[in-house]
Nanobody
Framework: QVQLVESGGCLVQAGGSLRLSCAASGISFSNSAMGWYRQAPGKQREWVAVISSGGSTNYADSVKGRFTISRDNAKNTVYLQMSSLKPEDTAIYYC???????WGQGTQVTVSS
């Protein structure tokens, strides 16, 4: 059974930092590209960042230079370090495993102005 469990979301002030975690089980984590997506109220889910099994990364233009995706294969965990947060970063953040169509339940990030 595949499980992706996000954590770390909370209320933070604009300009602040936050680190999200996604713990995976039931997949061959080290062989899977992993990604983060987000969905703001009334908007479609959008891609945020991806990290390949080899550690290559790519980012949406809206977060480039502010967010960093990383992974710890020993812990089967992918992270999203977010800094210089803006109110428009407010959303539910979801983790995805690309080895299949696997999604976590999401974690809420709220950035106050």
């Amino acid at each position: 059974q595949v499980q992706l469990v996000e954590s770390g979301g909370c209320l933070v002030q604009a300009g602040g930092s936050l680190r999200l975690s996604c713990a995976a089980s039931g997949i061959s984590f080290s062989n899977s590209a992993m990604g983060w997506y987000r969905q703001a109220p009334g908007k479609q889910r959008e891609w945020v960042a991806v990290i390949s099994s080899g550690g290559s990364t790519n980012y949406a233009d809206s977060v480039k230079g502010r967010f960093t995706i990383s992974r710890d294969n020993a812990k089967n965990t992918v992270y999203l370090q977010m800094s210089s947060l803006k109110p428009e970063d407010t959303a539910i953040y979801y983790c995805r495993a690309y080895s299949g169509y696997y999604w976590g339940q999401g974690t809420q990030v709220t950035v106050s102005s």
